[in-house]
Nanobody, 124 residues
Framework: QVQLVESGGGLVQAGGSLRLSCTAS????????MAWFRQAPGKEREFVAA????????YYADSVKGRFTISRDNAENTVYLQMNSLKPEDTAVYYC?????????????????WGQGTQVTVSS
């Protein structure tokens, strides 16, 4: 069992930045591919970014490429999402996820553990 706790959400103006953090409870954190998903009201959960177990490979949704950066610190059992140039359409609850699957990094069913979510609101 892996427990994930997100932090760092909040209210920011368009063009601003936020940094989300997600800390895992297990010392085998490096065994898991990590990802961020988000869900806006009335919409389906969508993939945002993922990072490989080593941290060397990253993946991004087209909508956030060039603005968001995912990274991880395996020594601290933490994954980060640096969000810059935020837009109102980035408003959503952001979820951290952990999984052992090696394929389909953007498919939420491939992730086994989820955090409780953190709200990000971008005002125009």
């Amino acid at each position: 069992q892996v427990q994930l706790v997100e932090s760092g959400g909040g209210l920011v103006q368009a063009g601003g930045s936020l940094r989300l953090s997600c800390t895992a409870s297990r010392r085998t954190f490096s065994n898991y591919r990590m990802a961020w998903f988000r869900q806006a009201p009335g919409k389906e959960r969508e993939f945002v970014a993922a990072v490989s177990r080593s941290g060397r490979t990253t993946y991004y949704a087209d909508s956030v490429k060039g603005r968001f950066t995912i990274s991880r610190d395996n020594a601290e059992n933490t994954v980060y999402l640096q969000m810059n140039s935020l837009k109102p359409e980035d408003t959503a609850v952001y979820y951290c996820a952990a999984g052992t699957a090696l394929s389909d990094y953007n498919n939420y069913v491939k992730y086994d553990y989820w955090g409780q979510g953190t709200q990000v609101t971008v005002s125009s």
